[in-house]
């Protein structure tokens, strides 16, 4: 394993680390004048290594420092490691957990600036990761242009949500108007105007690696950015489905952990070696009957299961509706060997409650390998947690690996067997168009009526 201790530096024969020629100097040392192709190949040469490199020839990067509170380091003194670390994540969850009821009670606006937040962090912390194994080599406008990129996308895909969820308000404003109607032209201009940046940041000495980079914070942009709008489009489906699928990760990430740490005995999978066969089957089950419960209380409250909506007339959103089929009880005939073992033919269930065990058996089954694949990750770079914000637990990214995979899912199993044609989105649409084309639709609208007969004729005087 080779480090690098020097600015750009390379490795030499038998492992050191020697620093890059200056100008008019040969690497060996010497004061001869090298000709500037020869000197353009030996850069290339060298730096060309940086391709075959293995895993364990990656800088490593330090240790986060301990951020725990001194009052818990105190209060926990007395234990041994492994009690320590579980009295830390017990009591950092629970804080977590609280902050999380508290939030879910400001209303729908605040889960999408907490959304907004954890993505900004999340990416904040991928991207550190980059900076600090390649920091070395100084690479020009890296950490600028990778924030850039992050706004010009958060700024397309935030637009197209207001664009669609947002349109009267819209409607009032002018300069709106002008931004949505050019929104996507906008928003490939100021892309372009980043790429064009990073095109132009490119040194020869550092093409590969400034490439490297450019891919890695597309990669990050992807697994953040786009997530975290995946998010958001479920909530404004009601925030049911934004509720269950998290709180089934956690209540999988919670039960895994806990039948892991007092039952594991067999390990799991090498990437985590602390994950045990144990604690991967007790989550399960524990997390399907948990979604299933939550689920039936959940399903009880307009606040949940409505579509959150923002309403012109007060200037805010609302989550008043009648709830749908989904959300109403219906009554379902048992099979056979449940009726002898319950004494009775029907039960009574929300169908959204079985809709709930397809998304705890994912977050239980599929959704750990959001946290197999972070735990290669880390792995790679050799670091034990992605940051150290959260004592006893790392940092953001650890705690909501498993989520971003469960939003996408949740996403498309809406699109693909929950979501119906949305009135209200299509009467807000309406709102905008010209008062001809209002009217055409109006007529289309009543003809097709009257055909069908829901309609009374209008009768010629």
Known sequence: ???????????????????????????????????TSDKETDIDDRYGDLDSRTDSDIPEIPPSSDRTPEILKKALSGLSSRWKNWWIRGILTLTMISLFFLIIYMGS??????????QVKCFHEIITIGYRVYHSYDLPWFRTLSWYFLLCVNYFF??????DYFATFVQREEQLQFLIRYHRFIS????????CMFVLSLVKKHYRLQFYM???????????????????????????????????????????????????????????????????????????????????????????????????????????????????????????????????????????????????????LIGPFGGFFASGFKRAFKIKDFANTIPGHGGIMDRFDCQYLMATFVHVYITSFIRGPNPSKVLQQLLVLQPEQQLNIYKTLKTHLIEKGILQPTLKV
């Not at 606006?109 to 954890?118: E, K, P």
């Not at 935030?158 to 664009?163: D, K, L, N, P, R």
């Not at 490939?188 to 790429?195: D, E, I, M, R």
């Open 214 to 364: 450019f891919a890695w914070t597309h990669v990050t942009l992807l697994i953040t950015v786009t997530q975290s709008h995946l998010v958001i489009q479920n909530l404004f489906e009601g925030m049911i489905w934004f509720l269950v699928p998290i709180s089934s990760v956690i209540c999988n990430d919670i039960t895994a952990y806990l039948f892991g740490f007092f039952f594991g005995r067999t390990p799991l999978i090498k990437l985590s070696p602390k994950k045990t066969w144990e604690g991967f089957i007790g989550g399960f089950f524990s997390t399907v009957i948990f979604g299933f419960i939550a689920a039936y209380v959940l399903s009880k409250y307009q606040y949940f299961v409505c579509p959150v909506e923002y309403r012109s007339d007060v200037n805010s959103f609302v989550t008043e509706c009648e709830p749908s089929e989904l959300f109403q009880l219906q009554s379902y005939s048992l099979p056979p060997f449940l009726k002898a073992l319950l004494r009775r033919e029907t039960i009574s269930l929300y169908p959204f409650q079985i809709h709930s065990i397809a998304l705890s058996t994912f977050a239980s």
């Open 188 to 195: 490939f201009a100021l892309y372009l105007a980043g790429f």
């Open 1 to 35: 394993m080779w480090e690098l201790r020097h600015r750009g530096g390379c490795p030499g024969p038998g492992g050191a680390v020697a620093p890059p020629p200056r100008e008019g100097e040969a690497a060996g040392g010497d004061h001869e004048t090298e000709s």
């Open 158 to 163: 935030y637009g197209e949500t207001v664009a």
């Open 109 to 118: 606006f605040m889960l999408m600036l907490l959304v907004l937040g954890i």
